[in-house]
């Protein structure tokens, strides 16, 4: 009988427990859905215009780097070129926050045959959540990955710049 009543005052305090929350306290709500950016650098392990000694690297510019997504939607897929700085940004409502962890970043080509793409990534590189961001009325989650050093088999290879 002592158990009995046990149960029946937990059933009470949990029913007093739900009906004391509102409705959108006690539901779950999803984060809202944005377009996406990813932004990198990609850096050659020769000494060009602009070598970083912290790095021991220089920026590649006119290296292209590709965001390519694992999904059913054709089409999710969007690339862009390295500034002179080797830095990329790229932007596209193609792809959501909610279906960003399908996708990975490829370098596709690089404008110097010393500093090719790198070998055995053909998996691509993972995104880091950075934070949403808000450019005029656009809303994007920014993701960042790298930054990449590439570099030849052989360091006598680089190319060579007065």
Known sequence: M????????????????????????????????????????????????????????????GAVAMLRCNSSRPGASASAVTDVRGRFLIQTPKVTNYAIHKCKLFLVSSPLPGCDVPAGHDGGFPLKFVRNTVAGVTKRALYTVGPFKLAPADPSLCPHHP
């Not at 002592?2 to 009906?19: G, N, W």
Request: aromatic content about 6%; some cysteine; overall charge positive.
């Open 2 to 61: 002592a158990l009995r009543k046990t149960l029946v005052l937990l059933a009470l305090q949990l029913i007093l427990l739900v009906v004391s929350f509102p409705p959108s306290a006690t539901a779950l709500s999803l984060p809202p859905r944005y377009g996406v950016a990813v932004e990198g650098a990609i850096y050659c392990k020769c000494e060009l215009p602009g070598y970083v000694g912290s790095l021991g690297a220089s920026p590649l510019p």
